[in-house]
């Protein structure tokens, strides 16, 4: 059974720092692409961050180029998000999503973990 | 970036009924590269459909999804109490990968 869990979320100020962690177990990790997904409070979701199974390859909505960098340690079958110069608009629920097999559709979702900037 | 309209916002069903929901792309989404997710309150999202039709392992078959290029429905062919949620389409046929605002399907 595949399961993915979601920590290191928290209150923090505006520019701040903060890193996600997403365990995975289930399935081979470094097989598959790994994406987080965010949710404002009371809002719709919104893709951040995809990373391929070897990581070789990364990708950012426009909105977190340049602070946020996705990163996975497939020897620990975890996935990373490090978060710098946060700001208000980050608050959400983020989602660590494991990719299907070929395409970016998201099979599988951890519980999330809340990021309040404030 | 593909943007995703989903309608109605907001629908008040009775367990029992048929319901359609809309997904429309601002351009054409090629090799029908679309999504569906399910979410209820305080839930993450449940994988529904992919590839515009093809239902996930273990989604029941009253669950469907059609449609090509900029125009998806998901149909629920009877409504079951635990199919009370929002609904989310997302495209993933080109970067930034999108979703729709979502259509809640509340009871009546």
């Known amino acids: 059974e595949v399961q993915l869990l979601d920590s290191g979320g928290g209150l923090v100020q505006p520019g701040g720092s903060l890193r996600l962690s997403c365990a995975a177990s289930?399935?081979?990790?470094?097989?598959?692409?790994m994406s987080w997904v965010r949710q404002a409070p009371g809002k719709g979701l919104e893709w951040v961050s995809g990373i391929s199974g070897r990581a070789v390859t990364t990708y950012y909505t426009e909105s977190v180029k340049g602070r946020f960098t996705i990163s996975r340690d497939n020897s620990k079958n975890t996935l990373y998000l490090q978060m710098n110069g946060l700001i208000a608009e980050d608050t959400a629920v983020y989602y660590c999503?494991?990719?299907?097999?070929?395409?970016?559709?998201?099979?599988?979702w951890g519980q999330g973990t809340l990021v309040t900037v404030s | 970036e593909i943007v995703l309209t989903q309608s109605p916002g907001t629908l008040s069903l009775s367990p029992g009924e048929r319901v359609t929901l809309s997904c429309r792309a601002s351009q054409s989404v090629s090799s029908s590269d679309l999504a569906w997710y399910q979410q209820k309150p305080g839930q993450a999202p449940r994988f529904l459909i992919y590839g515009a039709s093809t239902r996930a392992t273990g989604i029941p078959d009253r669950f469907s999804g059609g449609g090509s290029g900029t125009d998806f429905t998901l149909t629920i062919s009877r409504l079951e109490p635990e199919d009370f949620a929002v609904y989310y389409c997302?495209?993933?046929?080109?970067?930034?990968?999108?979703f729709g605002p979502g259509t809640k399907v509340q009871i009546k």
């Open positions: 289930g399935f081979t990790f470094d097989k598959y692409a």
């Open positions: 999503a494991k990719v299907g097999s070929d395409r970016y559709y998201f099979d599988h």
């Open positions: 997302q495209q993933y046929d080109s970067m930034p990968f999108t």
